[in-house]
């Protein structure tokens, strides 16, 4: 099962969504190629690494309300390859400067359609609020994030539900408050929409 990492930030190599995909790829157990598609000079790669690939995983920032005009530019691009992205995956980690998921859903729902356009099987898209800051702080300040992250790849590896591994340990985030009103809501939100693939 090949994967194919595609960085959507405009920022690069200099990005938080590098700093998580990389988070991924350790969680997959191999150290891979993080592609970014932040000029138009590198779609080419990206594309002929996307359709060399059985999984393609791309990490998204929520750039005013929606993704980065690059990553627009490259799915009209990919778009023309359709007969052999056929049946492939695809999958999105949107991640976004406001703390709270619901401004992502709309991309989100953007990205499902964009999905079935090319005739490739969706994985679920997670989300994850509050990304700024990732790339500045020291790993050991946002162990727990990574390993939530790193799940992503485990799950890709071993064919389990990206969303559902994310949020089980993202859940530890919520075992070490002391308030437990914290935990008992982000369950039920979590049980009341897990079946939507929504992150609360
Ligand atoms: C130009 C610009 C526009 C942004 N627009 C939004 C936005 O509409 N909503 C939001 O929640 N965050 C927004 N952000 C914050 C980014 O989503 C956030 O900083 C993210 O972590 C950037 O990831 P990156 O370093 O991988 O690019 C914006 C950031 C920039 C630089």
Redesign the pocket.
């Known amino acids: 099962m090949k994967l194919t990492l595609l ?1 959507g ?3 690069g190599e200099k ?4 700093v998580m995909l990389k988070w991924l790829s350790d969680g997959y157990g191999e150290e891979l190629p993080i592609l970014n598609i932040n000029t138009v000079q590198k779609h080419k790669a990206a594309i002929l690494a996307s359709l060399d690939a059985d999984i393609i995983y791309m ?1 998204i ?5 929606s993704m980065p005009g690059q990553v627009m530019k490259f799915f009209e691009e990919l778009s023309q390859y359709k007969v052999q992205l056929n049946g492939k995956k695809i999958g999105f980690l949107v ?4 703390p709270e998921g619901y ?1 992502s859903y709309a991309l989100r729902a953007v990205l499902e359609s964009i999905a079935d356009e090319l005739g490739m099987e969706h994985l679920r898209t997670v989300i994850r ?1 509050g ?2 800051g ?2 500045l702080m020291p790993e050991n300040f946002q162990k727990k994030e990574a390993k939530a992250i790193r799940q992503i790849g485990k799950a890709i590896k071993s064919g389990h539900d990206i969303l559902m591994m994310y949020l089980i340990h993202l859940l530890s985030l919520f075992t070490c408050q002391r308030q437990n009103r914290y935990r008992l809501s982000f369950l039920a939100c979590l049980v009341s929409r897990m079946h939507t693939g929504i992150h609360c």
């Open positions: 960085n930030s405009p920022r990005s938080n969504s590098q990490a920032p929520l750039y005013f309300d991640h976004s400067g406001f401004h609020g990304s700024e990732t790339r």
